[in-house]
């Protein structure tokens, strides 16, 4: 099966100015997902009805192309969007293809289709999304990625400042980190100095936050502001990586959307409190690190990020800040890996939203400090994974939690994975939050408190 990821190496308003159309650019999202989907769900549909010769020769056709996909059914306890609902029954079908049109221009689609509330509430709660679909045009020294496409970059293990160009989707009812992430609409150059040396550009008008599981009680109106995809809005990065040396190392530089949304609060109207959610820009200057020797590694990242409220003033507005991870890992027994970090966190200008006069004021902007990690200047955390692989690595047994020092709130992730056959994977797990309710992040999602399992087929 071809691996086409980049070569392996990841891993004030101007009236002038041109403007895209957005009800255009929605409209042709939303087309390309349903023309994409209903082919490759077409397929599964033909080659069903084909002999056995004939459909046998059109999988290994499609394996030649990168096909892939999955099939999972899931149960949750609870969902992440933190309220009081109870088990939830999902299915979910992805399929990945990988079409090569030349020696010199690669593509990749992944599309997605789900209902995470198949038994109670699943009525019309089909969903169907394009995770990537992009083109790849490759040249001499250099590669041109255009289209949707997914793009991670940090070297931190779970808890990367540095990684703001692809949007994550927390309230989502799959297992697996990195079930999250979803691509965003970009060109990618990247051009190759060496096999060891990238230089990383990336540019975008089509800005997409995370999604994230804001509760509010009923007498709270919110509204929902993005930035609309124009030229104005663009944003761009740039990144300058080494791998396959005795360091691997990056520094990056990003002026986009922060991926995590603010709430400002509007005032009221009828006895409701009406807030507004949006998206500031910012600009990131980062790097990263990781070294190991033998058993060892080391690693680092770390990035000072720069606000539209450098001054302190606005408590609707994140403050410029300074985001920095320090860790390793050691490798026990050959499957047995333990990874510890150490996390901190200065905010400048800080000022403690706590002091607010006004009481409804106080409380909107206490919960957005909550989700910002605003309400103590100064912050340290620790994050640990243990990792045990067991009977040929067909067992695979993974803890993952985070302890915040500051107010002492936390969070934990157990996961099993079991390979019953090559095409047969079970896994049962859970996430569980701690902290006070009012004060602290992991305590605002208690009510995400989850058991969760899953099986899964894939080919």
Aim: aromatic residues 16%; proline residues 3%.
């Amino acid at each position: 099966m071809r691996d086409i990821s980049h070569r392996g190496i990841w891993k004030g308003n101007k009236t002038n100015q041109p403007q895209m159309n957005t009800d255009n650019h929605r409209f042709l999202k939303l087309s390309c997902k349903s023309a994409l989907i209903n082919v490759l769900f077409y397929f599964v549909l033909l080659s069903s009805q084909i002999g056995f010769a004939e459909e046998k020769k059109l999988y290994s056709k499609l394996q030649e192309e990168g096909f892939t996909g999955f099939l999972r059914t899931d149960y949750f306890s609870s969902d992440k969007a933190s309220n009081d609902k109870t088990d939830f029954f999902g299915v979910t079908a992805q399929l990945k293809i990988l079409p090569r049109f030349s020696d010199k221009i690669d593509s990749r689609f992944e599309a997605r289709a789900y209902n995470f509330d198949l038994l109670n509430r699943g009525n019309g709660n089909y969903t169907t999304e394009l995770l990537e679909g992009l083109a790849i045009f490759r040249f001499e020294n250099s590669d041109l990625s255009a289209g949707k496409q997914i793009i991670t970059w940090g070297r931190a293990d779970g808890v990367n400042p540095t990684d703001n160009l692809s949007p994550k989707n927390y309230t989502l009812l799959l297992p697996e980190e990195g079930d999250r992430k979803t691509g965003v609409a970009s060109l990618k150059y990247d051009y190759y100095f060496s096999p060891e040396l990238t230089a990383t550009l990336f540019y975008s008008p089509f800005f997409e936050p995370n999604k994230v599981p804001f509760a509010f009680p009923s007498f709270i109106q919110p509204t929902e502001k993005k930035p609309a995809y124009n030229i104005e809005n663009s944003e761009f990065a740039f990144k300058l990586n080494k791998i396959g040396s005795d360091l691997d190392w990056s520094i990056s530089y990003f002026n986009g959307f922060d991926l995590t949304p603010d709430v400002r609060y509007l005032g009221t109207d009828g006895g409701k409190r009406l807030i507004e959610i949006s998206n500031h820009r910012i600009q990131v200057f980062g790097g990263d690190f990781a070294k190991n020797y033998g058993r060892y590694g080391f690693r680092g990242e770390a990035a000072y990020i720069l606000t539209e409220d450098m001054d302190g003033i606005y408590p609707y507005i994140k403050n410029p800040n300074l985001y920095y991870i320090i860790g390793g890992d050691r490798t026990f027994i050959e499957t047995l890996n333990i990874n510890l970090q150490f996390i901190g966190r200065y905010i400048f200008k800080y000022s403690d939203v706590e002091k607010s006069q006004n009481q409804a004021e106080r409380a909107i902007y206490i919960k957005n400090a909550t989700f910002s990690g605003e309400l103590d200047e100064i912050q340290y955390s620790m994050s640990g994974r243990l990792d045990y692989k067991l009977f040929n690595e067909t067992l695979d047994m993974e803890t993952f939690g985070v302890w915040n020092f500051n107010r002492n709130d936390y969070f934990i992730r157990p996961i099993v994975r079991y390979s019953f056959t090559d095409s047969w994977k079970g896994i049962i797990g859970g996430e569980y939050y701690e902290g006070d309710e009012n004060r602290t992040l992991f305590g605002v999602l208690k009510k995400n408190n989850t058991i969760f399992m899953e099986l899964k087929y894939f080919n």
